[in-house]
């Protein structure tokens, strides 16, 4: 049996054994994260917001109709990439990347019948709770659980965020428009649901179909309101920042915020209606930033800020067609092009943020491409942890670009996002390549066909045409061959790490 000393006193041991046997030349430390600041490792803090653009917040777009004080004050206090990517266009394939460190085209994205995410794939909360870390995420789900899409309500949820590295999970089963309706807390459903509702929509002069206060009918569990999802998700957040405050100090945190907003239905609280200047969008923009103000807030309150990594970053891009830019003059994805699902950089270039006191240096910019997925690879960097073999495969540690360290060469040799109608696009230096005419996406359904005489893919050269504007297909063969065989290489091998 192993002796059960106290805790304190078995570490206070480990680092004496340790320290004689660096002292006596035996042992040469690996480098990881605490090593090089002698801080210990960070809590970590991951929010997610849901369907926001990349020139919604003012740090990203100086003619924002949109005030973000807050995310703009976190990019001041820290480093702000340029060029990000979440790993797919639209939901599903972003969470599942940033969960595992996997590209999304390589795996059955079915989440309405089973857990997308494979049982006995390494997390980035499963990682890090095997290092030591106390794990919780509030929020938007949206991987599935095994055995949809009719549960058996009276049963725990199976394949759901506890049984994938989470250790606490308060949130809704996907998104805000999709039936059925209902909280879960753990591996349980808070009510079933039971209760049917209708389909809403905005009125059709204001938005389309699917933008406004758009949801799905269906049913929903007693005491679920649609309004009050948001701020229901911002208090469970806060109130679990204050009780880790008050009795966990002594094990860093991983807290994954996954917000439900500004995702459909756009449901701003009367404080926040017409503040903006991009309507009722803008305005659930707005509150969406003040629930990120009000989580920094919880971290100063506990004082846990100057030790905690906070990042913010987002799923896919916005549904803003050109008449809302027209109607508010607001561009909700600054100058690039595309929406939600394309695979433009509309589609997947995201804001990224990422505060880290101490260890980050406020105000600082990166042109570096980089993935979501890589988030794993960073994580287990932090720890002095080693990835193994069928785990992250196609994620990279960014650590030693949130440090600011000296390198000759990207983190990444190539990036991949896969657009909601799966094509792929491919980043490779400025190169990007899309093997398929049009958006890949959502654009297509707006009426925006291709021409017959287009080439049949797309290549772009992203530093002198960063809106995607000209087609380089015909002019550039020798580069299309070039990447098109590596993206199949990529695609093949099952991994880019």
Same mark, same amino acid.
């Given at each position: ?231 229901? !998700?911002?208090?469970? =957040? ?7 405050? *008050?009795?966990?100090? %002594?094990?860093? $945190?991983? &807290? ?119 988030? !794993?690879?960073?994580? =287990? ?7 193994? *073999?069928?785990?992250? %495969?196609?994620? $990279?540690? &960014? ?99």
């Amino acid at each position: 049996m192993r002796p059960n000393f106290p805790r304190r006193t078995c570490r206070r041991f480990a680092v004496m054994i340790f320290l004689s046997v660096v002292a006596c030349g035996f042992l040469r430390p690996a480098q990881s994260a605490q090593d090089s600041d002698g801080r210990g490792e960070p809590n970590i803090v991951v929010i997610l917001s849901d369907d926001l653009g990349y020139g919604d917040p003012g740090c990203y777009n100086p003619k924002s109709k949109i005030a973000t004080p807050n995310i703009d004050r976190l990019a001041g206090a820290g480093l702000r990439f340029t060029d990000a990517h979440s790993p797919g266009a639209v939901c599903v394939p972003t969470r599942y990347g940033l969960m595992t460190g996997r590209y999304p085209f390589r795996t059955s994205l079915n989440w309405g019948r089973q857990a997308v995410v494979e049982q006995g794939r390494l997390t980035l909360p499963a990682l890090l709770r095997e290092n030591g870390y106390t794990t919780a995420m509030v929020g938007k789900w949206h991987l599935g659980f095994d055995g949809g899409p009719d549960y058996d309500y009276s049963k725990p949820l199976v394949g759901g965020p506890v049984d994938r590295g989470f250790a606490s999970y308060f949130g809704i089963p996907h998104s805000l428009d999709i039936p059925p309706y209902y909280f879960i807390r753990g591996e349980r459903a808070v009510a079933p649901p039971t209760i049917a509702v209708e389909a809403s929509n905005s009125p059709p002069d204001a938005w389309t179909n699917i933008q406004g206060k758009f949801w799905r009918a269906g049913k929903r569990g007693e005491g679920f309101e649609f309004e009050q999802v948001l701020p229901r !998700l911002e208090q469970e =957040a806060v109130g679990w920042i204050e009780r880790y405050g *008050e009795s966990q100090r %002594e094990k860093p $945190f991983f &807290l994954y915020v996954a917000l439900t907003s500004p995702h459909t239905p756009w449901l701003p609280s009367e404080r926040f209606r017409g503040k903006s200047g991009a309507g009722l969008y803008g305005d659930f923009v707005q509150q969406t930033d003040d629930v990120i103000g009000r989580i920094l807030a919880a971290l100063d309150r506990q004082k846990l800020s100057d030790n905690t990594l906070v990042i913010f970053t987002n799923d896919n891009g916005p549904i803003w067609y050109e008449r809302d830019i027209e109607r508010f003059g607001h561009r909700a994805n600054a100058h690039l092009r595309g929406i939600k699902g394309d695979a433009w950089e509309g589609g997947h270039r995201v804001p990224f943020i990422a505060r880290w006191p101490g260890v980050i240096k406020p105000g600082r910019v990166s042109d570096e491409t980089i993935s979501q997925t890589d988030l !794993l690879a960073t994580a =287990a960097a932090i720890v002095g942890a080693e990835l193994p *073999e069928d785990a992250g %495969e196609d994620s $990279f540690d &960014l650590s030693p670009v949130l440090r600011g360290e000296d390198r000759d060469a990207p983190i990444r040799p190539a990036t991949i996002a896969t657009s909601s109608q799966r094509v792929l696009a491919l980043r490779q230096g400025p190169w990007k390549l899309i093997p398929a005419q049009g958006s890949g996406g959502f654009i297509k359904r707006a009426g925006n066909e291709p021409s017959p005489d287009d080439p049949p893919g797309q290549l772009y050269h992203l530093d002198d045409d960063p809106g995607e504007t000209t087609n380089l297909w015909r002019e550039r063969p020798e580069m299309v061959r070039q990447l098109t065989t590596l993206l199949e290489k990529l695609r093949k091998s099952g991994r880019s790490r």
